[in-house]
């Protein structure tokens, strides 16, 4: 999962990308990304580059967390990407697999949002388990009048 920078009210396109081992080729994986959804909010996925080109599917769904005594909300999006079986010799490409479509709250306050990954499951074309590691992703909030202004060339020289 990638990192991104938002503002209140905007709309996020969060990569997931996959980088296969050449020796273990994946048929398909499943990977739950959980992250704190009091202002964040999962739209939906699109499909990546790497996806459409092998003919993978990818779908998403996620499970709204219920606040906790802190009032926090934790949410869990699930995403499973898989091949054909007459593609899945080749395993699942490297390459941009989806776009993870988010919206920020108005309300939102200047904020860091770890997207804690994990795999849940993954198999080779034999249908039989492998491990594949995961990377956390990140969502920087910041307030509009926080974003950096660019000088007038004029006025500077």
């Not at 219920?66 to 949410?75: E, F, H, L, Q, V």
Request: charged share 20%.
């Amino acid at each position: 999962v990638g990192e991104i920078t938002g503002t209140p009210g905007s709309s996020l396109m969060l990569p997931l990308y996959y980088t296969p081992d050449p020796k273990m080729p994946v048929k398909d994986v499943t990977v739950e990304v959980e992250f704190v959804s009091n202002t964040l909010k999962y739209e939906k996925l699109s499909p990546g580059v790497a996806a459409e080109e092998s003919g993978a599917t990818v779908k998403g769904s996620v499970t709204e967390g219920k606040p906790d005594d802190k009032g926090i909300a934790r949410s869990k999006l699930t995403v499973t990407a898989s091949l054909p079986a007459d593609k899945a010799k080749a395993g699942l490409p490297d390459g941009l697999l989806a776009y993870l479509l988010f919206q920020v709250s108005l309300e939102a306050k200047p904020f860091a949002i770890r997207m804690v990954t994990k795999v849940n499951s993954a198999t080779d074309p034999a249908s039989k388990p492998v491990n594949v590691n995961a990377q956390n992703g990140l969502v920087m909030l910041e307030n509009m009048d926080m974003m950096p202004e660019a000088t007038c060339f004029f006025f500077t020289h």
